[in-house]
């Protein structure tokens, strides 16, 4: 995947698209692209809502990463640790590897 080669511009065209017509594995990828400003300026909120969109879908890596900004307090979101359970557990009941790993954490 070019996301995870670090050609971020070529990502960006690819992704932007499809994200832009609601699918949920691109506007996840796209979400954290932007909310660590890789290939474009870093805006966390953007970021979230985003991963809210693809979460609406039911895609278990947004439910993992609105645990981990819940986590983290990111995108304007405060720290909850009730809410990164939640969103964590979720996405674990779905069996995603990274939620799993970090309800162990």
């Known amino acids: 995947m070019l996301y995870t080669k670090g050609d971020y511009p070529a990502a960006l065209a690819i992704l932007q698209p499809l994200a832009d017509k609601g699918q949920a594995r691109a506007q996840t990828i796209l979400g954290a692209m932007i909310e660590w400003g890789l290939g474009v300026p870093a805006d ?4 979230v809502e985003l991963c809210k969109d693809a979460e609406n879908q039911g895609f278990p890596a947004a439910m993992s990463n609105l645990g981990w900004v ?3 307090g990111i995108g304007g979101l405060t720290k909850d640790d009730a809410m990164d359970r939640k969103w964590y557990w979720k996405a674990a009941e779905l069996d995603c590897g990274p939620a799993i790993n970090n309800i162990g954490f």
Do not use: G, L
């Open 44 to 47: 966390p909120k953007r970021a």
């Open 70 to 72: 819940y986590e983290d």
